[in-house]
């Protein structure tokens, strides 16, 4: 059974319930998602041939530092990084280090910055010089199907009704969900209640209600959708090593629809991918 509290009711801690934030919240974590954000777009300049993703880390870690935030995965269960860089068949939580960008690569960038006590939780993809149609094509993909599971978030609804948005669409195009991962709720703590997963079926899950702050991040894969980590704890990869991608957005249900914290202030949501907003 699914037990809604008002956030400043709940421990600090993921007790399976889940919060509903009030203004101050939604105020709090557009601070922090906006900066999140603003970070994400500086490393669009960034972001080519021949640059370790280790200057991408020690880019955010300084940008933190100048804006009064603190990196959320720095030092959190072990991670000694400001961000993770995850490239072409990597999922999720690659590890930045000394290892230059290639022409033709994708990296998905994964920043969460708190300022004041909340979490701003985001990331995108990025084409490192020119790519193939085929990484273009999977980018697109799952940017629409992120923002096609934004479209499902209202009050009434259900966490069942963003699954599915986004596995009808993914796998239409014929690409697969990663089950593995998900998203989740977000707002004082890092990773929180409930589990927003990106498949499913419409009308099951947790009701969604006015208050409730969460992200959605979608990984989908050009093959199958099987994943694996790595030796270090950390870096998960497609076991097929077939493409793959992700972008990210924390957002908010409203009393009449959806609040999205972490669009890009420059209009950079798909750095390097132009996409036709007729067909989102």
């Not at 993921?14 to 500086?42: H, P, V, W």
């Not at 959320?72 to 995850?86: H, P």
């Not at 010089?129 to 479209?151: F, W």
């Not at 991608?245 to 890009?264: D, L, M």
Request: with cysteine; hydrophobic share 35%; aromatic share 8%.
């Amino acid at each position: 059974m699914t037990t809604y509290l008002e956030a400043e009711a709940n421990p600090q801690r993921n007790t399976g319930s889940i919060r509903l934030y009030d203004e101050a919240a939604f105020a709090g974590m557009r601070k922090a998602c906006q900066l999140t954000a603003r970070c994400l777009d500086e490393l669009a300049g960034l972001v080519a041939p021949g640059v370790p993703t280790q200057v991408l880390d020690d880019f955010v870690f300084d940008f933190a530092m100048r804006n009064g935030a603190l990196p959320a995965t720095l030092n959190y269960r072990g991670y000694t990084k400001s961000t993770c860089t995850s490239i072409n068949h990597v999922v999720c939580h690659g590890i930045p280090n000394d290892k230059p960008l290639r022409e033709g690569d994708i990296v998905n960038i994964d920043v969460t910055l708190i300022v004041d006590g909340y979490y701003g939780d985001s990331s995108r993809m990025y084409p490192v010089g020119r790519i193939k149609r085929a990484a273009e094509r999977l980018c697109e993909i799952t940017y629409r199907s992120l923002m096609l599971a934004i479209d499902e978030v209202k009050p009434g609804a259900h966490l069942g009704d963003i699954g599915a948005a986004i596995q009808d669409y993914a796998e239409g195009e014929r690409c697969s969900v990663v089950r593995d991962f998900c998203g989740h709720g977000v707002g004082k703590l890092f990773h929180d209640a409930p589990n927003v997963l990106h498949y499913g079926r419409r009308g099951e899950g947790a009701e969604l209600k006015p208050g409730m702050i969460f992200t959605i991040e979608p990984m989908i894969n050009l093959g199958r959708p099987h994943v694996k980590v790595l030796s270090d704890g950390w870096t998960a990869v497609t076991r097929d090593r077939s493409l793959t991608a992700q972008y990210e957005h924390t957002v908010g249900v409203t009393e009449t629809g959806c609040e999205v914290f972490t669009f890009s202030p420059g209009g950079l949501d798909t750095p390097g991918i132009v996409l036709d907003p007729i067909n989102l």
